[in-house]
């Protein structure tokens, strides 16, 4: 399944409002360790077809990423039906793969 580029807070909350689990991938295009990851976070989306995959730019979604107290980058968040699951932040392709395990 592709990853979904959220545009905006109302679509945010749609997402893990919902009954699915979702991860965030919240990033910046300065962010280097982000593009390492990215490609990363895209693999494990075709990878793991039971969870739903999202970017989150916090530089054109800085409302998102107040709210969400995002403070270093690359972070990945894990919610479902509104709850924050899991979280974890830093470039580390064998904790991601950990954390999206548990949580699918």
């Not at 997402?15 to 990851?37: E, H, L, Q, R, Y």
């Not at 494990?44 to 709210?67: G, L, M, N, R, Y």
Request: with cysteine; proline share 5%; net charge negative.
């Amino acid at each position: 399944m592709p990853v979904q580029e959220i545009k905006s807070l109302q679509e945010f909350k749609d997402v893990i409002n919902s009954d699915s689990i979702s991860v965030f991938d919240f990033w910046a295009t300065w962010c280097g360790p982000c593009k390492v990851m990215g490609p990363i976070f895209e693999k494990f989306s075709e990878e793991i077809t039971s969870i739903k995959f999202c970017k989150v730019d916090i530089d054109t979604q800085t409302e998102i990423a107040q709210e969400m107290g995002i403070r270093s980058i690359p972070a990945f968040i894990t919610f479902q039906a509104g709850e924050k699951r899991m979280e974890m932040a830093g470039a580390n392709p064998k904790n991601l793969k950990a954390m999206l395990d548990a949580s699918a």
